[in-house]
C-alpha cells in the first residue's frame, strides 16, 4: 500500500511538473499601467520667488556687517541653533517644507534674513518675498521659534558657511 501511494505520488508530481511550456498569452486591446509618473518641474523653475538683495524685510534688523572671514565660533553656535530648531522644515540643499537654505544669503539680503528668523508673523503678512514664499510653499508658515538677535545673528553666520 505504501509502495503504491509512493508511485501515485511521484507520478502526481512529474505530470505537474512535466515539461510543458507555459505560452504567454498577450491580450489586444487595453492595457492598464498602475505606476504612478509625476510631472516634476524643471530646477530653473524650483524657485519662482525673485532674487532681492535689496529688500531687507520688516523687523528690528536695519543693518548687518559681515567680517572678511566667517565667525567659526558665531557660525558653530549658529549650527547648533540650526540643527535643533530650522532641521524640522529647512534642510540645507534640498526643498522640504521651506526653503533650501545654501546659498540663501545671494538670494536674500542679511538682514531680510535675519528679519525672518526674528520677526516671520510680521514679515509673511508684510513683506512681498515672504507673501511669495508662502504662497510657493503651500502656505506651510514659518513658526516664531523666539529666537534672540543674537542668536539670529549666530544662524546667519552659519548660512554664510553653506
Known sequence: MKKLFAVLALGGLMISCGGKEKKEEKKEGFEMNRTKTEAKAPAAEAESVPVDLSNKGVGPI???????????????????????????????????IGPALKGVLE????????????????????????????????NAIMLNQNLSEEDARNVTEYLRTL
Open 62 to 96: 536695519k543693518s548687518v556687517t559681515f567680517a572678511d572671514e566667517v565667525d567659526s565660533e558665531m557660525a558653530a553656535k549658529g549650527e547648533k541653533i540650526f540643527s535643533t530648531v530650522c532641521i524640522a522644515c529647512h534642510a540645507v540643499d534640498k526643498r522640504m
Open 107 to 138: 538670494r536674500r539680503s542679511p538682514e531680510w534674513v535675519m528679519n525672518m528668523i526674528i520677526n516671520p508673523d510680521v514679515m509673511l503678512k508684510e513683506d512681498p518675498i515672504a507673501k511669495a514664499l508662502l504662497k510657493e510653499y503651500n
